[in-house]
Structures are given as structure tokens and as C-alpha cells.
């Protein structure tokens, strides 16, 4: 028995320094980490511990125990990890919600191979916990290691006798990249198995709401006289757009050749990105609400846990002002409950994977040109003014060189050739969607009537194992801040067929998406909902909102922790609150 708890012990310290490595990219991370963090270090080779023993306690053999408990946290290890290298975020509870998503897309992500190595390696662990009939525990044992494991799991789920509380271990949810580097990931990971619960503000009521809207009045006054006639509107989020900024390379072919062009002569911005190589739905939430990701719990996503009821956007505002709304997307309606939320939001229709021809493919997903096609249809197919939301799919990871066929770019620089190959992919999808973008426009210049179009990359591409091709290129990347920043920036502008009637100043040069809302409705000349009036009136002091950091008009950067008891801020949260769990007290301002 005592050989048992020995080798229970030392697989649970096994456990952790593989899931810390695989974290931390290196043996000798995670005993530094080990070093410099002995208590909670010692809490994730407990909780190793508890997995074990509970695998083992219901599978009735200690064999059985040991080989699938360890087999399950290897795969959280694993599945962490590459959360890590693809979304430099890691893996939380919540994502076990996903799976149905996650599965849908390892369909076009995951090779043959990967799926092979680890069915075989699935296949070797099942026989060996099989092997052995001389192993099994007496039933009074199974029933102690469960009841030592619930009791365990008691004294961390209250507040009052957590262990990581008593050591002083602090559960950082507003910066769960920082909580899993320094608490380890087992530990993180336990702490925040229902994070997704937003208290309520210390400050909140009807009153409180109406002080902090009472501004409003003034700003009302600043409503811009545009077009007689209604303008519409055109919001083309392009998936993972970037001019990559910053990696020194090239190429045979300029592939933002009609970008570029057009950027010369309308308004272009930089908009900073809540998100990294994935997570689309976090950037339509912000852009379509102008609510804030800054603000929630990270690694949450907004569509799949909180909008649940109607809330205030770009489609509600325009489609009671007699608008068609309607949302063009190429992937699977359900993807991030988007069938659900679209509606929420205020969309009379919504196109989804369904409504395109299964051929119209370039890649692994739909093509930017049958995606141009449909907001053509869309906008030919009825009268008055009109909202269009379009989310592209070509340009999704991975890149796979060969993946658009024998036209795609060469690329050239100081990396290694297979990064090189891959970046040559990747951009011979920008290059397409900057041709759809250019077609999309030569048809919206015919229009009849005015219509603005504005065109982002949703977010930077996840390129290569650990973003290499950032790295390698000798980017210059000066701090935590920095890098952060350079990872979230992503081109844009915004376009119409009548270009007097822009107002260019009033489009800052680095942007959140959350403002979006703010500044589109303004330029449209059309009235603000309550919060999008509240949010002009920080867009001159603080335009980029991130959960990271704050920039200010001046291009200064802060970590949003040092800024965020400022009183915007705190103003800006009760008002998302309000709206996104709160009573709405600001629909009746």
C-alpha cells in the first residue's frame, strides 16, 4: 500500500511538471517556477493527486487509475498548451462548453496524423490499464479516497477554507494569461471552473445611471447634418486582415495593393484587437454593441454566455429607424450561438453556411468572392436603406502552404523557408480579400444612395508554432505592453460613395472596436443609443480599450489594471453591466 501512495505521489509531481513544461515551453521554466512559487506549485501536485485518486476510486484498480488519470491530465496539459501556441490564451473550464465548435473545426485544423498518434496512443493507454487482474481496490478503500477527495473539493469551494486563499494565492480573473503564469495551470484552471458570473457594481440604480447619462443632452447637440436621404451601411469584417506590421519581408506580389490605395484617399485606422489568431465573435461583440471585453472575465465569450436577451447594437438602432438588417456569415449558423444572438441583437436575417453552394470554397471554407456575392444579393434584394454585417471565413488558420492551389505568393525573408511558405499562404488570402474589397466597392460606387463601408481585419493571423514568423522576423517588440499591442493591431478604413460626407476627424488613428458603434452612427448623422453617447465622450481621451492596457489620444500606453478604478471606467462598467444584467435603466434615459 505504501509503494501505491508513493507512486500516486511522484505520478501527481509527474503530472505537474509536464503540464507546467508544455505551459512554459521548457523544463527548466517550470522549475524555476516551482522555485519561486513553492505553495501553489505544492496545491497543483495535490490537486494532480485528487484526479488520480478520483480515477481511481471509480474504476476500482489502481493500474486503471493511475493510466487514465494520467492520460486526462496530459490531454488538459496538451490541450492548454496548444490553446497557448494558437490563441496565447489558455485552456478554462468554460471551453469544455465548446466542444461542438471545437470539434467542427478540427475537422479543417487537425491532420490525419495528429488524430492517428494520438488514437494509438488512446489505444496503448487503454490496454494498459486492462492488463493486471490482481489490482483491484477493496471497496471500504474506493470509498476513503472518494470521500477524502470530496472533502477536499469542499475546502476549496468555499471562500472561508480555500487553501489557495489561506496561502495568500490571489485568483487574478481580469488577467487570466498573468493568473496561469504564476499560479500554475492546474491550480488557474480549478479556480475558475464558474468564473462566468459578473457581480453587480457597488453602485448601481436607477439614479446612478440617469448622473452618469446626464451629459447626454449636451452631446445631443452634436449631431452632424449628412445626406438627405437615409445613408446604409456596410460593416465587412475580413477574417485574420493584417499588413503584419512590424515582420520584415518580401514578396513577389503586394497583396493590400487595393487597400492601400484606397487608404490614400479615405479614412484608414489601426483598430486594436480584443482577440489573437481566433475568437472572432469577441471582436463582433465589441463592434456591433459597443460594449467592452475589458470588463468580463477572460476567456469568456459574450455571445455564447450572455447575450441571452435583446441588447442595444448597430442592427437594433438602425432596424427601428426602419433599416433592413441582416447578417452575412459563411460558417455554421449555430457557431458561438450566433442563430441566437443575431436576433438578440436586432438582425431581421441572418445567411449562414447553409444559404451558399457547397462548391463556392477556396481553402477549407467559403470564399471571399461567393461572400462578396451574397452581400451583393443581399442589399439587390429589397428596398430602403440597409445594414449589412459580413464576417469572411476564406482566410481562417491554418495555413497550410499549397492551400490556394499553385497561384500563391512567394515570400522572402529572414526565417526559415517552411515559415516562409506558410506566410506565402497566408498572404495569398489577404491578397484575395483585398481583390473582394476593391469588387465590393466598384459595386457599391453604383449605388443610387449614399452608403458608407468600413473594412477590418477581425484580428491578427496565429502564423506557424509560437507566432513565429513574428519572432523571427526580428520584429521589434520592446515590452509586455508592446508586444501585446503589436499582436492586436489590425488595418482598417472607412469608405463611401460620397466622400463629403465624412467627417475624417472624427475617426481616431488607433481604435477598440467598441467605438465602432459610436463612430459609424455618428458619421451616419443618425441619434446615439444612452451608453454609445456615453462612450464619445471618452473616444477623445482614451480611443483604444483593451483588457491588457488603455491608450490615451496621444498614443501613451497604460495597463488597464493601473487605469481601471479611474472614474470612466468605473462609469463605463455600470453602464455595460446595466445592459448586458442589469435592469436596463438606460433604455429609459
Known amino acids: ?46 490537486l494532480s493527486g485528487m484526479v488520480l485518486a478520483a480515477v481511481a476510486a471509480l474504476a476500482g484498480k489502481w493500474r486503471a487509475g493511475l493510466g487514465l488519470g494520467c492520460g486526462l491530465l496530459g490531454l488538459m496539459a496538451l490541450t492548454n498548451s496548444v490553446k497557448l501556441g494558437m490563441l496565447s490564451t489558455p485552456f478554462f473550464a468554460w471551453d469544455l462548453i465548446y466542444l461542438r465548435q471545437m ?90 471552473v464558474s468564473p462566468l458570473f459578473v457581480s453587480r457594481p457597488d453602485e448601481y440604480d436607477a439614479e446612478v445611471v440617469a448622473r452618469l447619462l446626464a451629459h447626454n443632452a449636451e452631446l445631443r447637440q452634436d449631431r452632424r447634418d449628412v445626406a438627405a436621404a437615409p445613408v446604409s451601411l456596410v460593416v465587412f469584417m475580413s477574417e485574420s486582415f493584417s499588413d503584419l506590421s512590424g515582420v520584415l519581408f518580401t514578396s513577389d506580389e503586394n497583396p493590400l495593393e487595393n487597400f492601400q490605395r484606397l487608404a490614400a484617399h479615405f479614412p484608414s485606422f489601426r483598430l486594436v484587437s480584443p482577440s489573437f489568431g481566433g475568437d472572432t465573435s469577441l471582436v463582433e461583440f465589441e463592434a456591433l454593441t459597443g460594449l467592452s471585453n475589458a470588463f468580463l472575465p477572460q476567456g469568456v465569450v459574450p455571445y455564447q454566455h450572455y447575450l441571452r436577451r435583446p441588447t442595444p447594437s448597430l442592427a437594433s438602432v438602425l432596424g427601428g429607424r426602419g433599416y433592413r438588417t441582416a447578417a452575412v456569415h459563411p460558417y455554421h449558423d449555430w457557431f458561438w450561438s450566433r442563430d441566437v444572438v443575431y436576433p438578440n441583437m436586432g438582425f431581421e436575417a441572418y445567411h449562414s453556411l447553409s444559404d451558399f453552394d457547397e462548391w463556392a470554397t477556396r481553402g477549407y471554407f467559403i470564399s471571399d468572392a461567393a461572400l462578396v456575392d451574397k452581400i451583393i444579393e443581399v442589399i439587390e434584394a429589397g428596398e430602403g436603406p440597409y445594414f449589412i454585417h459580413a ?31 506558410v506566410l506565402g499562404t497566408y498572404l495569398s488570402g489577404v491578397r484575395d480579400a483585398d481583390r473582394e474589397l476593391a469588387r465590393l466597392l466598384r459595386y457599391l460606387e453604383t449605388r443610387p444612395e449614399p452608403v458608407i463601408c468600413v473594412f477590418f481585419g477581425d484580428h491578427q493571423p496565429s502564423i506557424a508554432k509560437d507566432m513565429a514568423p513574428y519572432r523571427l522576423a526580428g520584429a521589434a517588440i520592446d515590452d509586455n505592453v508592446g508586444e501585446d499591442m503589436f499582436l492586436a493591431e489590425t488595418p482598417g478604413l472607412v469608405w463611401t460613395n460620397r466622400p463629403d460626407m465624412l467627417d475624417a476627424g472624427d475617426i481616431p488613428e488607433r481604435i477598440s472596436p467598441s467605438y465602432l458603434p459610436a463612430i459609424l452612427l455618428h458619421q451616419m448623422g443618425i441619434p446615439l443609443p444612452p451608453h454609445m453617447f456615453y462612450l464619445r465622450q471618452g473616444l477623445s481621451n482614451y480611443p483604444v480599450l483593451h483588457r491588457k492596457f488603455v491608450m490615451n489620444r496621444e498614443g501613451a500606453m497604460t495597463p488597464f489594471d493601473t487605469l481601471r478604478r479611474e472614474r470612466y471606467f468605473c462609469d463605463l462598467e455600470v453602464l455595460q453591466y446595466d445592459l448586458l444584467f442589469g435592469a436596463k435603466y438606460s433604455d429609459m434615459q
Open 103 to 192: 470539434y467542427t473545426l478540427g475537422e479543417a485544423l487537425v491532420s490525419g496524423r495528429t488524430i492517428l498518434v494520438v488514437g494509438l496512443f488512446a489505444a496503448a493507454v487503454v490496454v494498459w490499464c486492462c492488463r493486471g487482474g490482481r489490482d483491484r481496490l477493496p471497496l471500504a478503500a474506493r470509498a476513503a479516497m472518494l470521500g477524502a477527495v470530496a472533502g477536499l473539493t469542499a475546502l476549496f469551494a468555499f471562500e472561508a477554507t480555500n487553501p489557495a486563499g489561506r496561502l495568500g494565492i490571489e485568483n487574478k480573473i481580469w488577467n487570466q494569461t498573468e493568473n496561469h503564469a504564476q499560479n500554475g495551470f492546474l491550480l488557474a484552471f480549478s479556480m475558475n
Open 391 to 421: 464576417v469572411s471565413m476564406q482566410n481562417h488558420g491554418p495555413y497550410i502552404p499549397g492551400r490556394f492551389g499553385e497561384d500563391e505568393i512567394a515570400v522572402q525573408g529572414e526565417f526559415p523557408e517552411d515559415v516562409g511558405r
Open 1 to 46: 500500500m505504501r509503494s501505491r501512495t508513493v507512486l500516486f505521489f511522484l505520478a501527481a509531481l509527474a503530472a505537474l511538471l509536464f503540464q507546467e513544461t508544455l505551459a512554459r515551453k521548457s523544463l527548466g521554466g517550470a522549475v524555476s517556477w516551482i522555485g519561486e512559487h513553492p505553495a501553489a506549485a505544492l496545491l497543483n501536485v495535490l
